[in-house]
């Protein structure tokens, strides 16, 4: 069978989707993805796993209707000449209009990950009214296509219901992408309390809050580290590099751009904290539970389910600073309770997020 995978980021995809795209050529599929990356950088990712790659310049962050259907028309075409016979889409801003094309070229096995409900959902005022607005009909007649939506949390999948653009039969909920334990070596918390952030640097990531409590606790605990890991963004919700820039002048935080070692700093952190607004189900989070680190998370969408708050880790309100440097202080102070919900955030993941299990869910659902 011949089985495509449309994403963005499609050079990284054996970064974060190594375990699916194996499972799927194990089970004796054909492979094809789709992504807008340019082919000279993901076929010598792709190519020596015998995973053909095909350029599909998508419109990442654009809502105009008439650009959109011009994607459209030429993404039939693309469908079309490769006979995919089941198409799995990840995220919501790629689902609606790739799911349109791929059934007017044919398809009908359509599945879409909605790993988060993204900026639309969320942008606020006049504008965001309005781009909801647009993307309305094409979200609706795009998910109602496919034969089953899988979401990464009960949030999401309600916000959606409500709004009719699912159907709850057609729906299921996955543990997130999942994490492979089997890459992380989890050890003993350091010695020094090195807070880690990993993430774009997006308000909506609370990158604002993280540098704001790491203000305040500095002024308590002056020996405290705090590390951003994550590229400047383009995104219109992008914090400005001269913000960060002011935090390192002040010896707040440290900044690394970006790594492909994320274990190694995992494995040098004492908490993870994560402040988002708003997730799937965060990855990142995932990956420091697998390292058996005690997290710090917003009480939001995606982020809330991956700790039981006081057991593995903390939940804190949305924008609240001045309890999420609370809990960060807590931490510094309380090493033993931090080492057993270290503990605890290993065993949680084992139970619930391998990525094994994920995976199976979603391919058996798909009946590959």
Not at 16 to 39: D, K
Not at 256 to 270: G, K, M, Q
Request: proline share 5%; net charge positive; aromatic share 8%.
């Amino acid at each position: 069978m011949k089985v495509g995978i449309v994403t963005s980021l499609s050079n990284k995809l054996l970064q974060y989707r190594s375990e699916l795209v194996s499972t799927i050529l194990e089970r004796n599929h054909n492979l094809t993805v789709l992504g807008c990356e340019p082919a000279e950088e993901c076929h010598p990712v792709l190519s020596p796993h015998s995973v053909q790659y095909i350029e599909l310049p998508f419109p990442r962050y654009n809502i105009n209707p008439i650009t959109e259907f011009g994607f459209i028309l030429k993404a039939v075409n693309i469908f079309k000449s490769l006979q995919i016979d089941a198409l799995l889409i990840y995220g919501i801003r790629l689902a609606p209009g790739i799911s349109v094309a791929a059934y007017l070229a044919g398809i009908r096995r359509i599945y879409a990950v909605i790993n988060g409900t993204g900026t639309l959902f969320h942008m606020p005022g006049i504008k965001g009214s309005l781009a909801r607005f647009i993307s309305y009909p094409l979200l609706l007649t795009g998910l109602h296509m496919c034969k089953c939506v899988f979401f990464q949390n009960e949030d999401d999948r309600g916000r959606l219901l409500r709004m009719g653009l699912v159907n709850r039969k057609k729906t299921c909920i996955v543990n997130g992408s999942g994490v492979n334990l089997e890459k992380y070596k989890p050890k003993p918390l350091p010695k020094k309390h090195m807070f880690l952030f990993v993430g774009r640097l997006l308000r909506d990531k609370g990158v604002n809050e993280f540098l704001s409590a790491a203000k305040i606790v500095k002024k308590v605990h002056p020996g405290a580290r705090f590390v951003l890991v994550g590229a400047y963004d383009e995104n219109t919700t992008a914090i400005p590099k001269e913000i960060i820039e002011s935090f390192i002048n002040q010896k707040i935080v440290e900044h690394i751009e970006w790594s492909d070692r994320i274990a190694d700093y995992l494995e040098a952190c004492y908490t993870f904290v994560l402040p988002s607004y708003h997730e799937g189900t965060p990855r990142t989070v995932l990956e420091a539970m697998a390292s058996g680190r005690p997290i710090i998370t917003t009480d939001a969408p995606g982020c809330r389910a991956t700790v039981i708050n006081g057991i593995n880790g903390f939940l804190v309100p949305v924008r609240d600073v001045e309890l999420l440097a609370e809990k960060m202080i807590w931490m510094i102070e309380n090493r033993c309770e931090a080492e057993k919900m270290g503990r605890k955030s290993l065993r949680i993941c084992r139970e619930k997020y391998d990525v094994h299990k994920v995976n199976k869910t979603i391919l058996d659902t798909m009946k590959l």
